[in-house]
């Protein structure tokens, strides 16, 4: 689970500045089984 990414993270990642990981205000997280999901095309 993820939620606050600090700069140096969100831009290891290819995070943008606007980001709503930047403010604290967005979460994402994964169960087991919902690789599918996270590899899927967007």
């Known amino acids: 689970m993820s939620g606050y990414r600090n700069p ?11 980001r709503q990981h930047m403010f604290g205000t967005a979460i994402d997280f ?7 999901m996270w590899n899927a095309p967007r």
């Open 8 to 18: 140096a993270h969100n831009a290891a990642i290819g995070g943008t500045a606007d």
């Open 30 to 36: 994964a169960t087991f089984g919902d690789q599918a």
